[in-house]
């Protein structure tokens, strides 16, 4: 059996809190995927010294989903992308980058001040 990864682990740490808030918190689920691409244009591609320089075009691609859920106490969003570049001439300067956000609110105990 593989070992659980990190972002594995906080996504099943979430799901879990949010089985402990109970079906009375229960709320919609909004997934959004995402794809952005696109090119740029570099003249220094490997960041080398003045006169050493080799220009390039890389393409740009950047998959991603959005998790949204608001039950009647808790507020969940979760944002993950990766973010490719690809090189014509460089291949060896092709990059790959991931981001990821998680966001959660919790009323722990509704109703206390009012």
Known sequence: MAPVTSPCRHVLSLAAILVLLGP?????LEIRPTLTAGGLYTDNVLLAPNGQ???DIAGLIQPGIRILSNGNRYD??????L???FYADQPDADETYSFGRAL???D???D???
């Not at 009375?24 to 919609?28: D, H, P, Q, V």
């Not at 969940?76 to 992308?81: A, F, G, K, R």
């Open 112 to 114: 206390l001040f009012s």
């Open 83 to 85: 973010q490719a570049f």
């Open 24 to 28: 009375e918190s229960s709320g919609a």
């Open 108 to 110: 722990v105990l509704p």
């Open 104 to 106: 959660l609110g919790i």
């Open 53 to 55: 320089e080799q220009d």
């Open 76 to 81: 969940l969003s979760l944002d993950y992308s």
